[in-house]
Each structure stands twice: as structure tokens, then as C-alpha cells.
């Protein structure tokens, strides 16, 4: 892993030219562990061109020996940013880039008045392009926290019967997943039956399962800090017309935008790419949210895939493509894969059918 670090670090340097900068200090945590390995919750990175400086408190400092990949760990007394100062006098810093869409007011304040004499150098998504191109191993990482979480899924199917709640169900797939190696969920599972299946952010409760409904469950884990993000629909009792309807238009606009995924096109042309099937089929405007968003390191991250994203999607980019309809007061349907993108397509990491399963 050190050479996949200094390799990093290599590759980060470059934003230092891009923005006329001394030296960039990182203060987003996942920026962080994805710059030198750290996994901790209080943390700062400096990087100088040549060198780098890793800043932590009294807890981390075990942990910051074992894992953090640096030239140098400052184990800070007090507040992470007031030892800074002297981390940047001695390289003769004078134009640091921060991270202005993650270090807070007050720790920029601190250090205007520590180290007035250095020019701070607002940016923000400075990473985001960086992180966007997966890695071998980082792909690895996430194709192994998708396995267990597909895995869960299935063998948790069999416990669904009349009278499970939401939440109970929830809480087994999270279990599930633990029990298989994962490190924790990457989100809060997503349990809805019937009705509450038409909310596209529903939160599992107390409603129990009866035959005749719904099920959408969404769900992942995380494996060495990596996600995974999977949703099925699913059908207890026997479907009517109306909903083997919309669960077809939903499994061929999956089907569309992932024939159509390449790296190079925009967010938005393959956002149009799954939701012409569903304009098409007269559902446009029950598809309420965008076809998908980048993932790694954080379950949402660059590249966006809706339609005012016009940035090109970078080869080798991990995103998830989950079109959904929702249909207030009766259903809804989402079905989500995750792809990683290659130079002449895309490479769908699901080994989990799309065809809809009927549970009796």
C-alpha cells in the first residue's frame, strides 16, 4: 500500500500548480484516509511538494504509527491547528490551499491569526477527480463489500413472512452483513412495504408486512472504508398488472443506461440514457430523483449523474445506476446496480439477477 499512497501523494501535488499554492491541507477525513490511510475521526494532512505532514491528537497516535502512510506525525496537545504554524514555517509556506467546503470558519480564523504572514487559497472538490478514478485494489474493496451485502440480501428472503416489521427486517440485513465481514453499514438501511415503498428516502418503521405489497429494501457496507449500494424490489403475494407494469419500465431503464455507460460522456447524457425509457412509458414525472452518483470511500461522491451534470464520468469511476418510479398512496419500484466504467463501456459489479422476485 505505500507505493498506492506515494502515488497519491504524487498525483495530489499537481493541484499545488493548478492554484499558484505552497502546500494543501487536507481536512476532509475521507480526503484523508484516501491520501495516506488514516481512519480516525480528528485529523489533518498537510502536503508540500516532497514531503508531507500528518497532524492527529494523543488518542490517534498508536494508531496514527501503524497505518498512516507520511514523512512525518505531529501528535497535537490541544487544537489540531495550532501546531501548523511551525509545520509551515519550516517549509516556508506562504500560499496554503485549504479545503474551503470542509475546514470550518473558526479553524481558518485560527490560523489567519497563528500565521498571518500565509495567504490561504480557498477550494473546494479538490479530490474529487482524483478519487473518481478507482484504483484496482479500490474496486476490489467495493466488489467485496457489494458480494456480502447481495449475499445478505438473499439469504435474508427467507425469514420475510406476514407480520415482520420493517424495522426488524432492517435491522437482520445490517446484521447479516457484520456477521459476513463487513465493517458496518454504509447507510441507514432502507426497509418499506407497501405504500411507504413510494418514498424514495422512507425510513424502516414499525409497519408490518401483509401479502399483497411491496417490498423495497436498500442497503450496503462497508469493506475497508468502501461501499456498497444495492436496491431490489420485491413483490409478497401475487402482482397485479398495474405493478408488473412499472417494475418492467424500471428493469429495462437500468438495462438502457448501463448498455449506454462509458467513461468520457457527461452525468447527463446518461441520466437521459434510463430516464427516456421512463418518459417514454409515461412515468417521468414519478422519477423523482437522479439516476445514480459516484461511490467509494463515501456512499454519495463525484461524479454526479442527474441531469445538470455536464462533466465528463473519468474511466474507471465506481457509480450506481438506480432509476425508481413512485406512485404516492399505492407503490414504488427502484431497482440499483453499481458499475465501474471502462473505455469502451461499463462493467456491471452485480452478480444479482435484476428480474423481479416474487416471494409467496
Request: with cysteine; proline share 3%.
Amino acid at each position: 500500500m505505500a507505493y498506492a499512497y506515494d502515488n497519491r501523494a504524487r498525483r495530489i501535488e499537481a493541484l499545488l500548480d493548478m492554484h499558484s499554492a505552497d502546500a494543501l491541507l487536507l481536512s476532509s477525513l475521507s480526503d484523508i484516509r484516501w491520501a495516506c490511510g488514516f481512519t480516525g475521526s480528528s485529523g489533518l494532512l498537510l502536503l508540500v511538494s516532497g514531503s508531507s505532514v500528518f497532524v492527529t491528537d494523543g488518542r490517534y497516535a498508536t494508531q496514527a504509527a501503524e497505518e498512516v502512510f507520511v514523512d512525518d506525525i505531529v501528535i497535537a496537545d490541544n487544537e489540531l491547528i495550532g501546531v501548523l504554524p511551525e509545520a509551515l514555517n519550516k517549509f516556508s509556506i506562504l500560499r496554503l490551499l485549504i479545503q474551503s467546503d470542509h475546514l470550518t470558519l473558526e479553524r481558518v480564523e485560527k490560523l489567519e491569526l497563528l500565521s498571518p504572514s500565509v495567504t490561504q487559497v480557498p477550494g473546494s472538490g479538490l479530490l474529487r477527480e482524483l478519487r473518481a478514478r478507482k484504483d484496482a485494489e479500490e474496486i476490489s474493496q467495493i466488489q467485496a463489500a457489494l458480494e456480502i451485502t447481495e449475499s445478505a440480501l438473499e439469504s435474508a428472503l427467507e425469514i420475510v413472512q406476514p407480520g415482520i416489521s420493517e424495522y426488524e427486517l432492517a435491522t437482520e440485513l445490517e446484521y447479516r452483513q457484520k456477521r459476513s465481514g463487513a465493517e458496518g453499514a454504509s447507510f441507514s438501511t432502507i426497509v418499506a412495504f407497501g405504500s411507504n415503498s413510494a418514498l424514495p428516502h422512507a425510513r424502516a418503521g414499525n409497519r408490518v408486512l401483509k401479502k399483497g405489497e411491496t417490498i423495497l429494501i436498500d442497503l450496503g457496507c462497508l469493506v475497508n472504508g468502501y461501499a456498497s449500494d444495492l436496491t431490489r424490489t420485491l413483490f409478497f403475494g401475487n402482482p397485479d398488472e398495474r405493478f408488473l407494469e412499472v417494475y418492467d419500465v424500471v428493469r429495462r431503464a437500468v438495462a438502457a443506461a448501463e448498455f449506454s455507460a462509458c467513461a468520457g460522456q457527461s452525468g447527463s447524457q446518461l441520466d437521459r440514457a434510463g430516464r427516456d425509457v421512463i418518459d417514454k412509458a409515461g412515468f417521468g414525472k414519478d422519477f423523482v430523483h437522479s439516476l445514480g452518483h459516484g461511490v467509494g470511500l463515501d456512499i454519495h461522491e463525484w461524479p454526479r449523474i442527474n441531469k445538470r451534470a455536464h462533466e465528463n464520468l473519468p474511466l474507471n469511476s465506481v457509480l450506481t445506476i438506480e432509476p425508481g418510479i413512485y406512485l404516492p398512496t399505492e407503490f414504488g419500484v427502484r431497482i440499483e446496480d453499481m458499475i465501474v466504467l471502462e473505455s469502451e463501456g461499463s462493467r456491471r459489479l452485480n452478480h444479482t439477477s435484476t428480474e423481479l422476485v416474487i416471494l409467496k
